[in-house]
């Protein structure tokens, strides 16, 4: 028991590494046919495989053996070079592109039934009238529950083209009665922009999970949303915050520097280099900014943080960011699948290079979370590692570091406490979410027509909804004690209440209320007006 709580915040930080997003600079180029014209080194493989085919003793899936043989030649290259398998494609495509085709649900697989948590807002399924907690039952008379019924052929019937009509046959438990529905599919937005809100009377919040082809837009309309309520000042979240396309995070940070000054630097094999100035088109150039960053936080984030801290605008609040400084390309394989290739790396405007080392393999890159934190660095500042020689400085003077992520301006130390890392893991797991639901599928009624700031202020989560999740915990998740955090244990619960009733704008208002990294912002904040006075 003593040993699997001291590496419990080891094996989260792993998990949490290895889902760091690996692609940046996502462009389809018709060109690439080139790079691969016939030569001896493609006949060798292409006879192998042909060897394998039609002379080896035993049947071979020689798919599965290219698969093998593409991960092993790219794993020879650097971690953020990969292979996408025609069976992931067309979801790293959707996320990325930042919207699907279908009926707009989040839902689980529920005692073999589709349990709709909640519809997605604006969707077709929403203005359908389909709610958290009905059962969709058959599409099209198919039938969509039983033991044999898996995720991925559910995804699949609920999907389809655009504007085509699908017939569903839905149970509302609440009324005991069946629905029949028809519901045209339409584009569904995968949601970019996590959250936004007013922290304070002029100070704002956005969060961002990752930059797709949507984001900026949807980070436009956040930001127009929240100057017409009156802020002056904005926190922009990119904790965890894997990455995405280049070109979204440069045209973020446009709206925050002020035209001609230098946003990035990019150099590929053959020396070309390409630097992307700001534009006149800011909206937020004169805003007080606050930028939040920790360890996930990699690759189009950095862009991001390193861009304003160079020209030094606002201020980067949190921890040191991952440190991927690598642009890939897509490029497809002619077969469904896809590779994305390192193609050139970037620099911040000082001239920095934020990418980590990572000649020593992928296990080692990965692991670089437990490394941080042996050393300490997730805890104090100090224990950061810098090195003189890749010293460099803004115009306004402040000394930045390269060599491996962003440093932030203001450190802000992670709770690295068993209690704490559980809470968060657990938080993240499926089975709290599960609990959730099993809960309002007892007491939906209470919550019926409950507006979110009523729900924000008057519900409690008591002592027995608390310790009947420890329980819970207790018995999907062997050895994990939460009895000794039970105020943040309430604080998570009631935001994934409020997520599954309400949303996930909500759901980060609520698990926000005493983030230490918003007190600190608060606490700058507070100083500077004391300053004033």
């Given amino acids: 028991?003593?040993?699997?709580?001291?590496?419990?915040?080891?094996?989260?930080?792993?998990?949490?590494?290895?889902?760091?997003?690996?692609?940046?600079?996502?462009?389809?180029?018709?060109?690439?046919?080139?790079?691969?014209?016939?030569?001896?080194?493609?006949?060798?493989?292409?006879?192998?495989?042909?060897?394998?085919?039609?002379?080896?003793?035993?049947?071979?899936?020689?798919?599965?053996?290219?698969?093998?043989?593409?991960?092993?030649?790219?794993?020879?290259?650097?971690?953020?070079?990969?292979?996408?398998?025609?069976?992931?494609?067309?979801?790293?495509a959707d996320d990325m592109r930042g919207a699907f085709t279908g009926i707009g649900v989040s839902f689980y697989i529920y005692k073999d039934t589709i349990a709709v948590i909640r519809s997605i807002e604006g969707g077709p399924a929403e203005k359908a009238g389909i709610k958290g907690g009905d059962r969709i039952l058959y599409a099209d008379g198919k039938k969509l529950f039983g033991e044999l019924v898996n995720r991925d052929s559910i995804s699949n019937y609920l999907k389809g083209e655009i504007n085509s009509k699908v017939a569903l046959d839905v149970y509302r438990p609440s009324e005991n009665k069946v629905l029949e529905l028809k519901v045209r599919r339409k584009q569904v937005p995968l949601v970019s922009v996590d959250a936004s809100y007013k922290l304070a009377d002029d100070l704002g919040y956005i969060?961002?999970?990752?930059?797709?082809?949507?984001?900026?837009?949807?980070?436009?309309?956040?930001?127009?949303?929240?100057?017409?309520?009156?802020?002056?000042?904005?926190?922009?979240?990119?904790?965890?915050?894997?990455?995405?396309?280049?070109?979204?995070?440069?045209?973020?940070?446009?709206?925050?520097?002020?035209?001609?000054?230098?946003?990035?630097?990019?150099?590929?094999?053959?020396?070309?280099?390409?630097?992307?100035?700001?534009?006149?088109?800011?909206?937020?150039?004169?805003?007080?900014?606050?930028?939040?960053?920790?360890?996930?936080?990699?690759s189009a984030s950095e862009i991001v943080a390193g861009a304003l801290q160079d020209n030094d605008k606002g201020t980067i609040i949190g921890r040191r960011s991952f440190g991927k400084g690598l642009v890939q390309r897509e490029m497809s394989l002619g077969d469904g699948s896809a590779v994305r290739l390192t193609i050139a790396r970037y620099y911040t405007p000082t001239g920095r290079s934020i990418q980590r080392p990572y000649g020593n393999g992928n296990d080692t890159y990965y692991s670089d979370y437990e490394k941080r934190y042996r050393n300490g660095e997730l805890i104090h500042a100090d224990s950061i590692k810098v090195a003189d020689s890749l010293k460099y400085k803004t115009p306004k003077g402040k000394v930045v570091y390269g060599g491996g992520g962003i440093i932030p301006d203001v450190f802000v130390p992670k709770d690295t406490s068993v209690e704490n890392e559980t809470l968060q893991y657990v938080s993240r797991s499926g089975f709290m979410s599960y609990f959730i639901f099993e809960y309002l599928e007892k007491n939906r009624d209470m919550f019926k027509g409950v507006k979110f700031e009523d729900f924000r202020k008057n519900f409690i989560v008591d002592e027995k909804l608390s310790k009947e999740f420890i329980e819970y915990a207790k018995f999907n998740e062997a050895q994990i004690d939460l009895s000794n955090y039970t105020e943040d244990l309430k604080r998570t619960l009631k935001a994934n209440i409020a997520q599954q009733l309400f949303g996930p704008n909500e759901y980060e208002i609520i698990l926000n209320e005493n983030d230490p990294m918003l007190l600190k912002v608060l606490e700058l904040e507070a100083a500077n007006h004391l300053d004033k006075k």
């Fill in 1 to 92: 028991m003593g040993n699997q709580k001291k590496y419990l915040p080891l094996w989260i930080g792993l998990a949490l590494a290895a889902g760091v997003f690996i692609g940046s600079k996502l462009n389809f180029n018709d060109d690439t046919e080139k790079i691969f014209a016939t030569s001896s080194k493609k006949d060798k493989l292409n006879r192998l495989i042909d060897y394998i085919d039609y002379e080896y003793v035993d049947k071979v899936n020689t798919d599965s053996i290219v698969d093998v043989t593409v991960n092993g030649i790219l794993e020879n290259l650097d971690p953020h070079s990969v292979y996408i398998p025609k069976s992931e494609y067309q979801h790293n």
């Fill in 207 to 298: 969060k961002i999970n990752r930059f797709s082809e949507t984001t900026f837009k949807e980070f436009e309309t956040a930001l127009d949303n929240l100057k017409d309520q009156g802020i002056k000042k904005l926190v922009l979240d990119l904790r965890n915050n894997p990455g995405g396309y280049i070109s979204t995070a440069e045209r973020v940070v446009d709206e925050f520097l002020e035209k001609d000054k230098l946003v990035l630097i990019t150099k590929n094999k053959s020396g070309d280099i390409n630097k992307t100035y700001a534009t006149r088109r800011g909206d937020f150039e004169h805003g007080k900014l606050y930028v939040l960053i920790n360890e996930n936080s990699a």
